[in-house]
């Protein structure tokens, strides 16, 4: 089997390629080969026995994705993209990278299947900012997407695009919205949504953070771990049981900043949540205003997708991947 992971060098796909190196297999297929893909050069994951390629690309340069469709992989992870805070601030560069790439990805594959039949099984990352604000909760799978940011726009097309492609037969796709994933190991990145890994991440290594919102900012939330099963479950699942509505939303945790705190407080004590300092942003306060609080998720609970039930099981998480276990 060969794997395509585009987007390899950000946390998801780092953490994807050294999950399927460590199994060696997907699906029960020994994993023979894996391309590794991204603006900059990913890392080659430890241990992996087979041969690993790394490749540095836009996906959203005219001819790239023809490229890394020539080798014709089974399974393909498309997981590039600008995150939310970079995609509002930048509307061109939004809409280039998040649409346009994915676009050109999925009409390479397109052309492909017609010269040879090629049909993968293409995993593509969607996110729960296709959905805005009137929102219900918990949001139900039947609630319709109406986004309130370019980001969203971006995925929500794509997602469309997904479903298109899917039905005629090009490719097996399947689009997994992320919750946002909480916590995000290393340095902040430009998303929106970044100060629910910080005001946890920071304290645990004795760090002050920043929290522009209010304690009763609601949202959805998974871990690390879950995020990368759910993309190798969204690989091996039948897709005749998904059906024609080939994006889900995937099961997490519901809680609000507060609830984090608290959570915050049991696992590492007063001391670290004395290192929150609150700086109201209101540009980030309107965004997050209508963000999804919570899903019912019963399509993917019901495919096998599983996820944390509490926010001292995400920090443990962190803890045990992370910081090797100790604070």
Same mark, same amino acid.
């Given at each position: 089997?060969?794997?395509? @992971?585009?987007? !390899?060098? &950000?946390?998801? +796909?780092?953490?994807?390629?050294?999950?399927?190196?460590?199994?060696? /297999?997907?699906? %029960?297929?020994?994993?023979?080969?894996?391309?590794?893909?991204?603006?900059?050069?990913p890392?080659?994951?430890?241990?992996?026995?087979?041969?690993?390629?790394?490749?540095?690309?836009?996906?959203?340069?005219?001819?790239?994705?023809?490229?890394?469709v020539?080798?014709?992989?089974?399974?393909?992870?498309?997981?590039?993209?600008?995150?939310?805070g970079?995609?509002?601030?930048?509307?061109?560069?939004?809409?280039?990278?998040?649409?346009?790439?994915?676009?050109?990805?999925?009409?390479? @594959?397109?052309? !492909?299947? &017609?010269?040879? +039949?090629?049909?993968?099984?293409?995993?593509?990352?969607?996110?729960? /900012?296709?959905? %805005?604000?009137p929102?219900?909760?918990?949001?139900?799978?039947?609630?319709?997407?109406t986004?309130?940011?370019?980001?969203?726009?971006?995925?929500?097309?794509?997602?469309?695009?997904?479903?298109?492609?899917?039905?005629?037969g090009?490719?097996?796709?399947?689009?997994?919205?992320?919750?946002?994933?909480?916590?995000?190991?290393?340095?902040?990145?430009?998303?929106?949504?970044?100060?629910?890994?910080?005001?946890?991440?920071?304290?645990?290594?004795?760090?002050?953070?920043?929290?522009?919102v209010?304690?009763?900012?609601?949202?959805?939330?998974?871990?690390?771990?879950?995020?990368?099963?759910?993309?190798?479950?969204?690989?091996?699942?039948?897709t005749a049981?998904?059906g024609?509505?080939?994006?889900?939303?995937?099961?997490?945790?519901?809680?609000?900043?507060?609830?984090?705190?608290?959570?915050?407080?049991?696992?590492?004590?007063?001391?670290a949540?004395?290192l929150?300092?609150?700086?109201?942003?209101?540009?980030?306060?309107?965004m997050?205003?209508?963000?999804?609080?919570?899903?019912e998720?019963?399509?993917?609970?019901?495919?096998?997708?599983?996820?944390?039930?509490?926010?001292?099981e995400?920090?443990?998480?962190?803890?045990?991947?992370?910081?090797?276990?100790?604070?």
């Amino acid at each position: 089997m060969h794997i395509l @992971i585009i987007g !390899a060098a &950000g946390m998801v +796909g780092r953490k994807l390629a050294q999950k399927l190196a460590a199994d060696g /297999a997907l699906d %029960g297929k020994t994993i023979e080969a894996m391309t590794q893909v991204d603006v900059v050069a990913p890392a080659a994951p430890a241990g992996f026995t087979g041969k690993v390629e790394a490749l540095t690309a836009d996906l959203s340069t005219a001819g790239e994705a023809e490229k890394l469709v020539a080798k014709r992989p089974d399974v393909i992870f498309h997981l590039a993209a600008i995150v939310s805070g970079e995609a509002e601030l930048d509307f061109d560069r939004g809409y280039r990278i998040n649409l346009d790439g994915t676009r050109y990805l999925f009409d390479a @594959i397109r052309i !492909a299947h &017609g010269e040879d +039949g090629y049909t993968p099984r293409v995993v593509f990352t969607s996110s729960i /900012a296709v959905f %805005g604000a009137p929102l219900p909760y918990p949001i139900p799978d039947e609630f319709h997407t109406t986004p309130l940011t370019s980001y969203g726009t971006q995925k929500a097309i794509c997602e469309l695009l997904l479903s298109d492609y899917s039905r005629r037969g090009f490719f097996e796709g399947i689009g997994i919205r992320l919750p946002t994933i909480c916590i995000r190991p290393g340095l902040p990145n430009k998303a929106a949504s970044g100060f629910f890994s910080n005001i946890l991440r920071e304290p645990l290594v004795g760090k002050e953070a920043i929290l522009p919102v209010s304690d009763g900012v609601r949202h959805w939330h998974t871990s690390p771990r879950s995020a990368v099963g759910f993309l190798i479950h969204g690989a091996t699942i039948d897709t005749a049981l998904v059906g024609p509505r080939r994006n889900l939303s995937m099961p997490g945790l519901s809680a609000t900043v507060g609830e984090q705190i608290e959570a915050l407080r049991r696992v590492a004590g007063d001391k670290a949540v004395a290192l929150i300092r609150r700086e109201p942003d209101e540009m980030i306060m309107k965004m997050c205003a209508g963000w999804a609080p919570g899903f019912e998720a019963k399509r993917a609970t019901e495919l096998g997708f599983t996820a944390e039930k509490s926010f001292d099981e995400i920090i443990r998480a962190h803890i045990d991947d992370e910081l090797g276990g100790k604070l």
